[in-house]
C-alpha cells in the first residue's frame, strides 16, 4: 500500500520507519527546504521518499496527519483532491487547535467535504509506535470515526505494525474522548513520572 505521511517529527518518523519495516511503500510530504527534524529521518529512510505534500498525497491511497494542529489549515490547501483516499489523523489537540476547529479530524473532515476519516495513533509515544513489543505481548490500539471502511484500514496498519489489537471507540463523537485517552499516557509516562516505555493494553476476563 502506499502511504503518505504529512509531518516528519517523533511520531511521522516512528510511523514511516515502521510502515517501511512492514512492508508499505511510503512517501513523506514536506515542505522545501527541508527541516532538520526532516534531514534526520531522510537519513533513516532515504531521500527519495521525500516530496512535496501534494505529490505525496496524489500518488498515496491512504494519507497519516502527524501535523501539529495549529499547522492544519496551512497543510490542508497543500492536500490537493483526496476523493477516495483514507485520511488518519494522529494528531493531538492539547496545546493547540486548529482555528475555529477543535481537532485536526473535525478541520479536514469539514474543510475537505471527506467522511474517509478515522482518528487513530494519537494514544501513545512514538516509542511505541516503533516498537510495541512488550516481552512478546503487542499493545492495543484505538480509532474512532464515522467511516467503518476507514477505520478498518487503520487496524490494518495499526496490526501490520505490531499492535496485537486496535479497538473501534466508536464514531465521530469519540474523537475527542481519545485525545483525552492520550491526555491519561502522557500524564502516567510524563508527569507522573512514570517514563515513556509503557503502553495500553486492554485486557478481558
Known amino acids: 500500500m502506499v502511504i503518505c505521511i504529512i509531518g516528519s517529527g517523533n511520531v511521522g518518523g516512528a510511523l514511516a520507519q515502521n510502515l517501511i519495516k512492514a512492508g508499505h511503500q511510503v512517501l513523506?510530504?514536506?515542505r522545501f527546504p527541508l527541516s532538520q527534524k526532516s534531514i534526520n529521518l531522510a537519513t533513516k529512510i532515504g531521500e527519495d521518499r521525500f516530496t512535496s505534500i501534494g505529490f505525496a498525497v496524489k500518488q498515496s491511497e491512504v494519507v497519516i496527519l502527524t501535523i501539529p494542529p495549529d499547522a492544519c489549515l496551512r497543510v490542508i490547501q497543500e492536500l490537493g483532491p483526496i476523493d477516495n483516499k483514507t485520511i488518519i489523523d494522529a494528531s493531538n489537540?492539547?496545546?493547540s487547535t486548529p482555528e475555529g476547529f477543535p481537532t485536526v479530524y473535525h478541520?479536514?473532515?469539514?474543510?475537505?467535504?471527506t467522511e474517509k476519516i478515522v482518528k487513530c495513533f494519537n494514544t501513545t509515544g512514538?516509542?511505541?509506535?516503533?516498537n510495541p513489543n512488550y516481552n512478546g505481548i503487542g499493545l492495543d490500539m484505538f480509532?474512532?470515526?464515522?467511516?467503518?471502511?476507514?477505520?478498518?484500514?487503520?487496524a490494518q496498519l495499526a496490526r501490520d505494525i505490531g499492535f496485537e489489537t486496535c479497538y473501534d471507540f466508536g464514531g465521530e463523537d469519540k474523537v475527542q474522548l481519545l485525545?483525552?485517552?492520550?491526555?491519561c499516557w502522557i500524564n502516567l509516562?510524563?508527569?507522573?513520572?512514570h517514563g515513556r516505555n509503557l503502553g495500553l493494553k486492554l485486557l478481558k476476563r
Open 28 to 30: 513523506v510530504g514536506a
Open 93 to 95: 489537540s492539547i496545546r
Open 107 to 113: 478541520a479536514v473532515k469539514s474543510i475537505c467535504k
Open 126 to 130: 512514538f516509542e511505541n509506535m516503533l
Open 143 to 154: 480509532c474512532a470515526g464515522n467511516d467503518n471502511a476507514s477505520k478498518t484500514l487503520a
Open 179 to 183: 485525545e483525552e485517552l492520550a491526555k
Open 189 to 193: 509516562a510524563i508527569v507522573q513520572g
